[in-house]
Every structure is written in C-alpha cells, then in structure tokens.
C-alpha cells in the first residue's frame, strides 16, 4: 500500500515564475491537506481540498491556489514566486472523517 | 503564526537516557498530536491524544496532556540513535476542522 507520495521531489525556480506541485494520497483517503515549512520552522498550514472544494484556508496569499481531482490527487499552485515562498511544501492525506494526517516526502522549492 | 511552542528547542542526549519535550498551545482542541521529522524530509505520525484523555502510551512513547494548562509532553524512553529527528506537537483547535498548527520543533539528538 502506497503512502502519501509527491512530485517532484526538488525544484529550482526564479523570482516571478509560477509553480505546480503534485501530491496522491495515501489509498482510501479522500481528504488532502497542503503546508508550507520554511528552514528551522514548524509547517503552515495552507489549505485543505475535500470533494475537489477547497474546505479551509490558511493566512496565504490568492498567489497560492489548489485543485483536486475525482481520484482525490491534489496540485499546489504558486503564481509570482518570491524569494521567500523557499520552503519544504508538504502535502498530507486523511480520511474526512479522521484525526490524523498522514505526510508525504515533501517537494522542496528553491526561488532564486 | 506558530500555535504552539516546545521545549526545549533543542537536546542532546545519550542512547538510553530518556528523552522529555514539551508543548504549550494556545486554543480549545479536539486533540493533540506528535509527528517526527527526520532531516527535512516527511513528517511520520507517532501518537495522538484527545482533549478528554490524560495520558497515552505507545511502545517507549509516553505523552501527556493538561488541557487546564494548555500543554503537552513527549517522553521518550531508552533513547536509540536512530530517535535523532526533529519532533513537533500539532493541534487540532475546535474552531477548525481540517487544520493542524505546528509549533516550531524540539531538535533531538541521541549519540552512541
């Protein structure tokens, strides 16, 4: 059974460029959560997609949108990137119903 | 913003000794949660309390909860080497269905 798995795994981008990130969730679940974890901090929370609706939202920027898809994979856009959207971008799965979040490996994001 | 705060930010410690972190937080939760973090990679679940319970146990995990307090603790027994990680409380506030706040991490690391 395949865990939370996410595309690519490094990205290197410039100031302004746009960037999409990829995540499946862990088989059976339905629910898929984004954070964004900058060097030596805890990770934010994004958003969250259930039923292909974005269901709760973060203190992030409309730079920053998503999608779900009917087999329940999710991307992470991010428009005009800036230095400081440098991160580990790390997407979790659930179960609607369930308390824990399961995390993928991460795609860590350079902005140059 | 961070939810919560552990401490201390940083330990070192030998194999066997007991390893001990904390975690304040500010919120009504639902629960309370501890992930591991190996080397800014994924973060792995380890154990979960909920508001109603005092303490959980789980293998050498031992996890507490004072809600009067507004705070948690990790122990960590008989410390291996292979525990070195960075370890971070998430909550899952009332108010909030989907969202789980990080605090900023306890770096722990266990010599041979």
């Known amino acids: 059974d395949a865990g939370v798995t996410q595309s690519p795994t490094h990205l290197i981008k410039t100031r302004g460029q746009q960037v999409t990130l990829r995540c499946s969730p862990k088989?059976?679940?339905?629910?898929v959560s984004w954070y964004q974890q900058a060097l030596g901090q805890g990770p934010q929370f994004i958003f969250q997609?259930?039923?292909?609706?974005?269901?709760q939202r973060g203190n992030f920027p409309d730079r920053f949108s998503g999608h779900q898809f009917p087999n329940y994979s999710s991307e992470l856009n991010v428009n005009a990137l800036l230095l400081g959207d440098s991160a580990l971008y790390l997407c979790?799965?659930?179960?609607?119903?369930?308390?824990?979040?399961?995390f993928g490996p991460g795609t860590r994001l350079l902005v140059l | 913003s961070q939810q919560g705060e552990e401490d201390p930010q940083a330990l070192s410690i030998q194999e066997g000794e007991n390893a001990t972190m904390n975690c304040s937080y500010k919120t009504s939760i639902n629960n309370l949660q501890w992930y591991r973090q190996n080397s800014g990679r994924g973060l792995v679940h380890l154990i979960l309390i909920r508001s109603n319970e005092r303490e959980k146990h789980s293998g050498r995990l031992r996890v507490t909860l004072d809600t009067s307090k507004k705070s948690s603790s990790l122990l960590i027994t008989a410390s291996r080497a292979a525990d070195t990680a960075s370890y971070f409380c998430a909550t899952r506030s009332t108010d909030s269905w989907g969202k789980l706040q990080f605090g900023a991490g306890t770096q722990v690391v266990v010599t041979p």
């Open positions: 979790a799965s659930s179960l609607d119903s369930g308390e824990t979040q399961y």
């Open positions: 997609y259930y039923e292909e609706e974005e269901r």
């Open positions: 088989s059976g679940h339905d629910t």
